[in-house]
């Protein structure tokens, strides 16, 4: 389903990339928010000092609230991989909230983006899993007992591919769905206005979805952190 | 040949409309027990009332994801099935 008039592809257009615009306007607007989340940070940090101000201030609240909601749940030995989880959040919450705004498109409504993203997700964790237990990470997957580790060991390795692809789906699903409900409402009764409610109802998902994503990587991470039992 | 095609496309939208049906029974199901032992929790704790609600508002996301699934399914069933290029040929006539 295309979508009527999308922004930026049209301004890819004018320079001559039409085609691949419309090809992919996912990795269009995913561009577009990679370009707002580092000019944001850019101009953020241009000028810190002690005494913040107005625009340093939304800033730290966001980070900070962030960084300490993730330590709660991981630990103080967890603060280091705050800025993967953090660009995670910002970057999925951006990706999404921007569906709201006529003329722009959810680079998360398409499955590549979330895959994506649940692929690095799931790669970190081993990474974490092997830096912290070495060799013996192996034992997260064979169970307590030597004679059950034919039982244990596969659907533990079900289990992390499950995690990829509920990750994915979930937000996909939910983005995607969301999308194609505007457009019905839209087409069926645009007149009247008839998406609002479901655009209002689209702050509240995009939030949560960002959410649930970062707070079970968070999990992840910590369950690959911790000794296995 | 085209009246294959016909029946194995209404048989994929059938089979979307039920899934997506029965998906959202089940969630419904779901999301209220969750909900009304949020709502029995905060009644007796007041105090307790954003923690509960945090935990509520992620707990019912996990839930609908599952229904959010099954869409995804029935999504794929109507437009992604290898038989909708001809369905959509015969029913432009």
């Known amino acids: 389903m295309e979508h009527p008039f999308l922004f930026f592809v049209k301004f890819f257009e004018l320079i001559g990339l039409g085609h691949f615009a419309h090809a992919y306007p996912h990795v269009i607007y995913s561009w577009v928010t990679i370009a707002i989340l580092i000019i944001v940070g850019a101009i953020g940090t241009k000028s810190i000092s002690l005494i913040p ?18 330590v709660d749940i991981t630990g103080d030995e967890g603060r280091w991989f705050f800025p993967l989880i953090g660009t995670i959040f910002l970057y999925i919450f951006l990706c999404n909230i921007m569906g709201l705004i006529p003329g722009f498109f959810p680079a998360t409504a398409n499955l590549n983006t979330t895959l994506s993203c649940a692929i690095v997700v799931f790669l970190f964790t081993h990474i974490i899993g092997i830096r912290y237990h070495g060799i013996k990470y192996i034992k997260h997957f ?19 591919f499950a995690r990829v692809l509920s990750l994915s789906f ?10 194609l409900v505007l457009t019905i409402l839209f087409f069926l009764a645009g007149a009247f ?3 609002l409610p479901i655009m209002v109802l689209g702050i509240l998902v995009a939030l949560i979805q960002a959410f649930i994503f970062y707070m079970l990587s968070t999990m992840y991470f910590t369950e690959a952190m911790e000794h296995s039992h | 040949m085209e009246a294959q095609a016909l029946q194995y496309f209404i048989a994929a939208v059938t089979a979307a409309g039920f899934g997506i049906a029965i998906a959202a029974f089940g969630c419904g199901i779901a999301q209220g027990l969750g909900l009304r032992s949020a709502v029995e929790g905060i009644a007796r704790n007041p105090e307790s009332s954003g923690k509960v609600t945090v935990t509520m508002l992620i707990g019912l996301a996990m839930i609908e994801s599952l229904c959010i699934y099954a869409l995804v399914i029935s999504l794929i069933l109507i437009y992604a099935a290898p038989m909708t290029g001809t369905v959509t040929k015969l029913l432009g006539h």
Not at chain 1, 142 to 160: F, K, Y
């Open chain 1, 53 to 70: 101000n107005k625009f340093q201030n939304v800033l730290e609240l966001a980070v900070s609230g962030l960084e300490e909601f993730m």
């Open chain 1, 193 to 195: 206005f008839a998406p």
């Open chain 1, 170 to 179: 979930r937000l996909f699903g939910n983005l995607m769905g969301h999308e």
């Open chain 1, 142 to 160: 064979t169970g307590p007992i030597w004679w059950m580790i034919p039982i244990i060991l596969p659907i533990e390795v079900i289990g992390h």
